[in-house]
């Protein structure tokens, strides 16, 4: 059963607290996000952006970034970090009411973000809001559905912790994060690699998804020219 969005904002309100740069799985993927996006370019969007360390990389390439969350806290963090680069618009908002201009984006991406929402509904509202030609990355996670998926998701964990080490050393994350973190996914629901992509065939076609080794995927769509 699909969340509230306010449980949700509780959630991260809670989490921006403790959002002390402590290195997690998503970082991991953060090149490997940006190696599906053009060198340069004009506007874009990050759904869900959190305290800001992908838009902040965004930032570097894209003349105009527009960085949503549904967390007043967390878009104040974000705000806090990146309060020397003049090209990011962070605001509070939550994407499923928010107008998004049409055509307006060059590129879209979301990172953890699209398993709190109504696929369907989003996947539309991003059509709508993408230039001809523009490119949407998601990375999220993906429920295991087969025996290999369980497996992989079971020899992820010592990977995670590696990167974990080597990101972070022997500092820990703070017991209060961890605690939050694990409650909040403890009540996450995700969609299975086979229903991502029934549902992507008829909504974005054409969608290239790789499954990823620390329980992701990444799906990457170019909206068609229009002829």
Known sequence: ????????????DQIALYADGAWNANDFYHERILACL??????????GCGSGAFARLLARRYSAVTALDISPL???RAREKSASIANIDYRCADVMTWEIPAGEFDCIVSIATFHHLAFEDLATR??????????LVILDLFAASRLLERAW?????PLALFLRLRHQGLRRTDTAAR???RAHGARDTYL???ALRRLTRTLLPGAEIQRLFLWRYLLVWRKPFVC
Not at 1 to 12: E, G, L, V, Y
Not at 38 to 47: D, N, V, Y
Not at 153 to 157: G, I
């Open 153 to 157: 998701h079971s020899l992820a964990l």
């Open 126 to 135: 991003i059509q709508r809001a993408l230039k001809p030609g523009g490119i």
């Open 179 to 181: 605690k939050l973190w």
């Open 1 to 12: 059963m699909q969340r509230s969005m306010s449980d949700i904002q509780a959630d991260f």
């Open 74 to 76: 967390m878009i104040a």
């Open 192 to 194: 299975t690699l086979p």
């Open 38 to 47: 053009p060198a340069s370019g004009g506007k874009a969007l990050e759904i």
